[in-house]
């Protein structure tokens, strides 16, 4: 009786998504079981869907970055190999109010963000083709795809895109929520490159946003994130680089006076180089305490370059890793740094370029190590990232996009971005309470000195953060006007309750 039922159950639903395909319409207020959507999809996916406990199921969430997404348990797991099964999944899904996530790269932190418990996740993954057009310019690339993937791709022909830092970080997800990457001085945010975007709107129609077509969707993908439709493929513009120089410097704690400044002068330099990218990073861990990491990275194979010598030039190195490399190699070696399967946290802040600023940060830093007695294996972070003015001509020269850094002048902004990595889930609520504590104190004393300024980076943005409305008012407006018009009835605010909303 129970097979009986189950299957009228998932052929009825069958039925309902193949009559709703010319004009689909959800009622969010009757939502169907994970069980029901399921089964449904069942019957058209086939072996593309997954289910609890099956081997693809289990790689699917081994993959994810944090051990927190990888802990969410979704009912089954639809892994799409094309736009149009992307389409059908929304056509079987939207009709019956089915909650689902959606998950390209699994790189982010906040639980949830890419994975939902007891409904649907739909895995990108399988849209992951990266191919060079025959402009020998321009590259379409999948958005399951990973950034390492599109790097070593056209490494052949000597080109890139400026993505993600590490390789294994989704093209989606990522381009979605902007994409601040090592040479973003010289070519912009990763969606700034976009020149056309391939979308599955809320109603499973596919439509392409460009600069000709669906302008205004165009526009509001670059840092839109999950908010407008399931994008399935990214078409880039790429710009040609050979070898490059870079790597990261690790530093003993005293040199932070040496860094603040070497920071501040980088950043507020008039003939700024726009082949370099430079973060400083300061990391604590029990086991070697507080150290300082330059990452380096200049888009020629130049070792060494006069941009950074100020840099290079401060005293006690305990390790340094630059070379000559290429992008795709380089990527790799960011991998190191990235600690898959750890819990993970994140939140970020923008700042104002000052160098007093960056002395007290520090401090600050130093101070809410204390929070953490107890934790073992714990890496307690925090990154600055200088957002120059070379940024934003570059995201002009494409049309803009919606992040709302409109007027960066000199001496430029730099982004924080904290981040903590630890294995035992019985210390999550110690760790995510001295999280919040430290954003909270790093709030009031930035807004304190005047050096706070309005930007939250969706891709590193933390759980009780709200980066859409960080783009300022208008864009905020453009944001929502945009959305009523491809998805009128709320469909990517209410059954996907993963990321951040308008």
Known sequence: MRLISFLLLALGGLAAAHAAEEDVEADTTAVASGDTCCA????????????????????SLATYWSAQEEQIYPTCIVRP???????????????????????????????????????????LRGLNDVALNSDNITVNVGSGATWGAVYSQLQTSNLTVAGARAGSVGVGGSTLGGGLGDFAPKAGFAADQVIAFQVVLANGDIVTASATQNIALYKALKGGSSNLGIVTRLTF????????????????????????????????????????GYMLSF??????????????????????PPVFQAITAIPNQL???????NVA????????????????????????NNVVWYKSLYGLFQNSISSL??????????????????????????GGNILGLDNITLPGLALGVFSATWQDPAKDKQVYD??????????????????????????????????????????????KQVAKQVDPNGVFQKLVPGGFKL
Not at 238 to 250: A, H, Q, R, S
Not at 329 to 352: C, H, I, M, P, V
Not at 373 to 391: C, D, Q
Request: proline residues 4%; contains cysteine; glycine residues 6%.
């Open 434 to 479: 001295a999280s919040d504590k430290f954003l909270q104190k790093v709030t009031d004393v930035a807004k304190k000195a005047k050096v706070l300024q309005q930007y939250v980076d969706v891709n590193y943005a933390g759980r009780k953060q709200n980066p859409i409305a960080s783009f300022g008012m208008p864009n905020v407006a453009f944001l």
């Open 40 to 59: 449904v999809l069942k019957v058209y996916f086939g072996d593309k869907l997954s289910d609890q406990g099956s081997a693809t199921y289990n790689e």
């Open 329 to 352: 190699a380089f990527s790799n070696l960011s991998l190191s740094f990235s600690a898959d399967g750890y819990r993970q946290d994140n939140w970020d802040l923008t700042f104002e």
């Open 283 to 304: 990391i604590y861990n029990p086991s070697f305490g507080t150290i300082l990491a330059s990452r380096l990275a200049y888009a020629e194979p130049t070792e060494n």
């Open 373 to 398: 007695k107890g934790v073992e294996n714990v890496t307690w972070a925090l990154t600055l990232e200088p957002i120059v003015p070379a940024i934003l001509a570059q995201s002009q020269t494409t």
């Open 237 to 276: 513009k790429t710009f040609p680089i050979e070898n490059i120089w870079g790597g990261t410097i690790l530093y003993n704690k005293t040199t932070i006076d040496a860094h603040a400044q070497a920071l501040y002068d980088f950043a507020s330099n008039p003939s700024y180089d726009a082949n370099a």
């Open 81 to 123: 190999t094309s736009a149009m099964d992307v389409s059908k999944a929304l056509r079987f899904l939207v009709p019956l109010s089915c909650k689902f996530a959606i998950r390209a790269g699994g790189f982010g932190t906040v639980p949830g963000i890419a994975n939902i418990k007891g409904g649907v996740t739909i895995d």
């Open 319 to 325: 390790q340094n890793s630059t070379q000559i490399t």
